[in-house]
């Protein structure tokens, strides 16, 4: 499952916790998470209104346009 109970966590908090115990908690961390569905690609942390994004490629490399980002707090996570 994607999340699942405490005592049988799914995807999203396992891989949460396996990358937050490798990043030192002085160091700020940013999350995002999204969809794609039918072909479309969806913001899953922004207002509820669902509205496809946008991708722009460069030679920089990939961005996502209204992508939500939010800061998330590392030691939070080490230890819940």
Known sequence: TMHGPPSNPGI???????????????????????????????????????VPLKILESLQGVHVCDLTEHQVQVRALQHA
């Open 12 to 50: 999203i908090p396992r891989t949460a916790r396996h990358l937050f115990d490798q990043i030192s908690p002085d160091h700020g961390v940013y999350m995002s998470a999204t969809e794609i569905y039918n072909g479309n690609l969806y913001d899953l942390l922004g207002p509820k209104k669902r």
